[in-house]
């Protein structure tokens, strides 16, 4: 190791070099340079402030104070500081942390953020080994797409950057920015694969979703980022407004020009559900084999029913609100508008057929179609209640508290 300054001033009862107008030192790995430092013969160690920068054939690292040991190129990093990477231009910021020059591998602690071509990571603590192009953030993860407006959060994340994949677990959930209404999806675990612009982000078990007009919940979900497409699994469930959609499975399209919403698919026994505004026993009910919607600036505007569909309405007095009939009929295909959430006209087409009764004469059993679950009890209604754990009772046959979102 070599150390050149103009001025340099020994401590020989405490073994200490130090100078106070700019010095470099340079070693078999790396060259620093700072404006002031000290250098503790005993231990080997440099202490270096104001203006430091070390420099290697890999990275290129800037601070204003910094540890660093001559014997094992171990670096303690104090205040703003960044490291470079040579030859992608990878970035890490950070106002403490520990950085090995030998192995590359850095560890750290305060305000850290990892700078990628096409993410930033950044968290309360950050491993990252660059060699194996590996990360892990702990506490307050934040990971951002540069390329997609995408951004997904967590307590814990793992990247794997040669790879091309990402998870975050810990309440983990995935935002899509869609101007000044973000939707959001919780899970417990979120997977993110492929390569930019190809990516494809899994979510698995206890899925909730929350957007201003629409909100939702399933077992998983799969996002395709190249072709916009959204898929939920499992007892799939949406509601838009005052309306409840179900299916066996639900699909949601993305414009890819303007990442809003624009379609929505509800494939097999699709149902809808809409509560009387003035009864909790009465619902309107619209059932077919598949429901296909249409969203209008992430607004759903237009509904249609393909396939055996059915429908049960209550109509009431425009004047006194009075529940007068209530209508069943079937036919082939239903086309709908919607205004503010809001069902405003029904269109029957080809083969209607249905019958108009006073409340009276049609039993409770026959006021509800098949497969009618009332589920608005699990609709998050705000971005925090995806979190929402509800707890069960303890029963006879339930000895232990059990959980579920």
């Given at each position: 190791m070599t150390l050149t300054t103009d001025t340099l001033h020994f401590d020989r009862i405490q073994q200490k070099l130090y100078y106070q107008n700019h010095a470099t030192i340079k070693d078999a790995t790396n060259t620093l340079k700072s404006k002031r430092g000290h250098y503790y013969m005993k231990n080997k160690k440099f202490t270096a402030t104001s203006k430091v920068t070390v420099i290697n054939p890999e990275h290129f690292l800037t601070s204003n104070h910094l540890d660093y040991y001559t014997n094992s190129g171990l670096t303690y990093l104090y205040g703003a500081s960044t490291i470079t990477n040579a030859k992608n231009k990878n970035k890490i910021y950070c106002e403490r942390g520990f950085f090995n020059t030998k192995t590359d591998i850095s560890h750290f602690v305060k305000n850290a953020k990892l700078f990628l071509k096409d993410r930033t990571i950044q968290g309360d603590s950050l491993y990252y080994d660059k060699k194996h192009g590996f990360a892990s953030a702990t506490n307050n993860v934040i990971v951002k797409d540069t390329i997609k407006n995408f951004v997904a959060k967590g307590n814990y994340a793992e990247m794997f950057e040669l790879k091309d994949s990402l998870f975050i677990v810990k309440r983990a959930v995935a935002i899509t920015v869609m101007e000044k209404d973000s939707m959001y999806v919780h899970g417990?675990?979120?997977?993110?694969?492929?390569?930019?612009?190809?990516?494809?982000v899994r979510i698995f078990r206890n899925v909730k979703i929350f957007k201003s007009n629409l909100q939702g919940k399933c077992d998983s979900i799969h996002t395709n980022q190249a072709t916009g497409l959204t898929r939920m699994f499992r007892n799939p469930v949406i509601w838009s407004g005052k309306s409840q959609m179900t299916g066996d499975s639900i699909h949601l399209l993305s414009n890819l020009k303007t990442e809003k919403l624009d379609s929505l698919k509800i494939l097999n026994n699709g149902l809808i559900?809409?509560?009387?505004?003035?009864?909790?026993?009465?619902?309107?009910?619209?059932?077919?084999?598949n429901i296909y919607g249409k969203f209008i600036e992430n607004e759903l505007k237009l509904l249609n029913v393909k396939g055996n569909a059915e429908v049960i309405n209550f109509n009431r007095n425009e004047e006194n609100n009075k529940l007068e009939t209530i209508t069943k009929q079937k036919c082939s295909n239903i086309e709908f508008d919607l205004v503010d959430n809001e069902i405003e006209s029904i269109k029957c087409y080809k083969e209607t057929e249905g019958l108009t009764y006073?409340?009276?004469?049609?039993?409770?059993?026959?006021?509800k179609l098949k497969g009618f679950i009332w589920r608005r009890s699990e609709q998050p209604k705000t971005m925090e209640a995806i979190f929402f754990i509800k707890k069960i009772a303890k029963t006879k046959n339930n000895k232990n508290l059990k959980k579920h979102i």
């Open positions: 417990d675990t979120i997977l993110v694969t492929g390569k930019q612009k190809q990516r494809i559900i809409q509560k009387d505004s003035l009864s909790k026993d009465d619902f309107n009910q619209i059932k077919g084999r006073p409340p009276s004469q049609l039993p409770k059993k026959e006021q």
